[in-house]
């Protein structure tokens, strides 16, 4: 009776041994067993990635990580509220300045006398410095330590490959558009170009 007890705690549902159910209900188990435990390690990467931005940037960066934490993280202090306002008005200004200069700048470049360079180089190279950077902060977050980066990187890209087949998807959309950008900022005057996008 014991034994039989122990094996239905270890199977998740009480009263049922694990050998006698069907083949669906372990795999169904089994995966219940499986997100449950990416939930588990997700919250704690959150934590972790919260704890990071507190450390690596500064109070700039631990205030977007508390916003995205979620309100009654800080404690409702007034202070805080200040600084989440100001955050926003400053990340306001700061992604107007960068999408007005991202279209003038190209637009510039794309409407200059002799040799065009390909937009698909372009988007690649402007991909490929992402990609870059977002790497260094993610090793830069494992403190430096190769082998804890190269386990976080296998396993957010190998291990959890579904994830990573879903986000290729977007990814590809993503890439189609920047490239559709750059042939209609060749072709569209700025302001007109800069009026569609709104």
Do not use: W
Not at 62 to 72: I, K, L, Q, R, S
Not at 86 to 102: C, D, E, F, H, P
Not at 140 to 168: E, H, N, P, R, W
């Amino acid at each position: 009776m014991r034994r039989h007890r122990d094996v239905a705690d270890q199977s998740g549902v009480s009263g049922v041994p694990l050998a006698g159910r069907s083949s669906l209900q372990r795999r169904s188990l089994s995966m219940a067993q499986v997100f449950a435990r990416r939930r588990k390690r997700s919250e704690a990467g959150d934590a972790e990635v919260r704890a990071g931005a507190g450390e690596l940037a500064g109070p700039a960066v631990a205030t977007m990580a508390a916003m995205a934490a979620g309100p009654g993280s800080d404690g409702g202090s007034p202070g805080a509220a200040g600084a989440n306002r100001q955050l926003k008005y400053i990340s306001l200004a700061v992604l107007v300045v960068q999408n007005a200069s991202l279209i003038l700048s190209i637009r510039y470049v794309r409407t200059l006398p002799g040799d065009r360079f390909f937009a698909t180089t372009a988007v690649v190279m402007a991909e490929v410095l992402k990609g870059a950077t977002c790497l260094l902060l993610i090793f830069i977050q494992k403190q430096g330590d190769l082998k804890q980066f190269a386990s976080f990187l296998y396993d957010s890209v190998v291990v959890q490959y579904m994830d990573t087949l879903k986000l290729a998807v977007p990814s590809l959309i993503y890439t189609l558009q920047n490239n559709l950008q750059y042939v209609a900022i060749s072709n569209l005057p700025a302001a007109t170009f800069q009026g569609n996008e709104v």
